[in-house]
């Protein structure tokens, strides 16, 4: 068994998306965690969810960061436990300094709701091992600030050091402009940090995930 904890800060949106993967189709322990909580005890995995914490109304996730539950998650990834962040989640966790980077307008200032093939980078990972390396899926994104940035230091020790688990593809695994929809430097749509516990990405695995949807690329991301 496996318990998850699903952290909700005001505006929070996916936060009853992941419980119904983890909760309703997989039947893991899950509860939700208020932010202006402290205690994270019984967790194995947390999960920031995508939505518009705070409203998103000064950067996105960069009010979040200061709640107090904030330490807690820290505590919990720097003991090596496993924290997941998704679209808006992903932007806490590089506002909080868990992963390196920053997730700016998409390359065309426009907000993008679409389904997008991913190419997973490597399934040597405890997210991953539920997919072929090089395996190439599809997952909804909706975000306007995707697109992921950093410089060029940081992206040679991502790319070195294996860190880059997901990053948009055509349906063939090639990188082409045609298929990275924010223009993310070296088309990252997921990573994690040096230590492999902590993962933030962009796409929705939950929403592909349910048969009922017709759509269940995600769902191994949940059962690794």
Known sequence: MTSFGIIVFPGSNCDRDIATVTAGLLNQPTRFIWHQ????????????????????????????RFSPIMAAIIDHAKAGKRVLGICNGFQVLTEVGLLPGALIRNRDLHFICDRVTVRVESNHTLWTQGYQSQQVITLPIAHGEGRYFADEDTLKALEDNGQILFRYSNAQGELTAASNPNGSLHHIAGITNGQGNVLGMMPHPERAADRLLKATDGLAMFIG
């Open 37 to 64: 909580e402290a205690d994270l005890q019984g967790v194995d995995v947390v999960v920031l969810p995508g939505g518009f914490s705070y409203g998103d109304y000064l950067r996105c996730g960069a009010i979040a």
